[in-house]
Nanobody, 124 residues
Framework: QVDLVESGGGSVHSGGSLRLSCAAS??????MGWFRQAPGKEREGVAA???????NYADSVKGRFTISKDNAENSLYLQMNSLKPEDNAVYYC????????????????????WGQGTQVTVSS
């Protein structure tokens, strides 16, 4: 089991940047990532990173978002640049103990644990 606590959300104008952080405690997972959920929409996988540091991104955020982790600090990050109004959502830090989330299309249904989420609001 893993406990995940996100922070760093907020409100920015279109084109702005935010950095999300996630503090993890408990069992370690070989695949960590972020997903988001906008009102009335399904969960959308955003980014993933495995134990070797290999990353995977949704096409909608590729080139704008960067996922990273600090193993020593048990922390996960999501640097979000060039934010757009369509990025509005609650963002969740998540873990997949099966590892499949990290490879191929980012299927948020594969995630086992996630935090309480942090709101990201982008105004045009």
């Amino acid at each position: 089991q893993v406990d995940l606590v996100e922070s760093g959300g907020g409100s920015v104008h279109s084109g702005g940047s935010l950095r999300l952080s996630c503090a993890a405690s408990g069992d370690s997972s070989n695949c960590m990532g972020w997903f988001r959920q906008a009102p009335g929409k399904e969960r959308e996988g955003v980014a993933a990173i495995d134990n070797d540091g290999r990353t995977n991104y949704a096409d909608s955020v590729k080139g704008r978002f960067t996922i990273s982790k600090d193993n020593a600090e048990n922390s996960l990050y999501l640097q979000m640049n060039s934010l757009k109004p369509e990025d509005n959502a609650v963002y969740y830090c998540a873990a997949d103990f099966g590892g499949r989330y990290c490879y191929g299309p980012l299927n948020a249904r594969l995630l086992n644990y996630w935090g309480q989420g942090t709101q990201v609001t982008v105004s045009s």
